[in-house]
C-alpha cells in the first residue's frame, strides 16, 4: 500500500463547514486502490498551518501529498505554481493579514508542483466528466501560503516525496452558493474528482502535453 496525506483546512471566517476537509476525510475512508490515506485538518493560519503540515508530513512518510483547498472556481483546479509571498487582502482565522512578507525568507521565488497536473485534469474530465483546469495562480492567501510550503518541505526534506494543491467549489449549502454567488458541488463529487487525480498521480510520474495555460 502507498502511503498518502491529504490535507483540508478547517472552516474559515463566517462558514461553520469547509469541503476540503470534508473530502479529504471521505478519501480516507475510501481511498484509490492501492493507497492508504491519512487525512489531516489544517488551521487557516499562516505559520501554523505549516506546522501542523509539517508534523503529519513527518509522522505518515507519505510518498505524495495533496493539499486541497477551498475557492470559487467551478470545478476540479489543479494548481501549476505556489509563489514565495504572503499578500492578504483579509484576515486569517487568527487575524494575521501579512502584506508582501515572504513565506522562506531566502527560499526560491515559486515552486512547481510535482503532480502530473495536465494528466490529472484529463483523467477527471475522462472519468467523471467534472469540470477540471490547471489553475496558474493558488493566489497569495493560505491555500498559497501551505503549496509554497509543502514544496518546500518536500524540496528540502531528502526524501523522494511528490505532492500539490487542488482547489475544489463551495457545496450547494454553504452561504456564497446560497445566494448565487459562486458556483458548487456536493463534496462527495468532489472527493470523487480528488480520487481521479490522486489515483492518476499514484500511477504517473510523467504529464503529458496538452494546452491547459491561460491568456491572462
Keep these: 500500500m502507498t502511503r498518502v496525506l491529504v490535507t483540508g483546512f478547517e472552516p474559515f471566517d463566517i462558514d461553520t463547514y469547509n469541503p476540503s476537509w470534508a473530502a479529504a476525510q471521505l478519501l480516507q475512508e475510501n481511498p484509490p486502490e492501492g493507497a492508504e490515506v491519512t487525512a489531516v485538518q489544517l488551521p487557516c493560519v ?5 506546522e501542523v503540515l509539517r508534523e503529519a508530513v513527518l509522522e505518515t512518510d507519505p510518498a505524495l501529498v495533496l493539499s486541497v483547498g477551498l475557492s470559487g472556481r467551478n470545478g476540479i483546479s489543479v494548481e501549476r505554481v505556489a509563489i514565495n509571498v504572503n499578500d492578504c487582502p483579509i484576515p486569517d482565522n487568527a487575524g ?41 495562480t493558488a493566489g497569495t492567501f ?75
Design 46 to 50: 499562516f505559520g501554523k498551518s505549516l
Design 96 to 136: 494575521r493579514k501579512p502584506v508582501d512578507e515572504p513565506i522562506v525568507p531566502e527560499g526560491p521565488a515559486a515552486y512547481f508542483s510535482t503532480l502530473p497536473i495536465k494528466r490529472c485534469m484529463t483523467e477527471v474530465q475522462k472519468q467523471t466528466g467534472l469540470y477540471s483546469e490547471v489553475s496558474q
Design 142 to 216: 493560505v491555500c498559497n501560503h501551505v503549496f509554497y510550503g509543502l514544496m518546500h518541505l518536500l524540496a528540502t526534506e531528502g526524501k523522494q516525496r511528490r505532492g500539490g494543491f487542488v482547489h475544489i467549489p463551495h457545496t450547494p449549502e454553504m452561504p456564497r452558493a446560497v445566494k448565487g454567488q459562486v458556483t458548487s458541488l456536493p463534496v462527495d463529487v468532489s472527493a470523487n474528482g480528488l480520487r481521479v487525480v490522486l489515483s492518476t498521480a499514484l500511477a504517473h510520474e510523467s504529464d503529458i502535453a496538452v494546452a491547459a495555460g491561460a491568456t491572462h
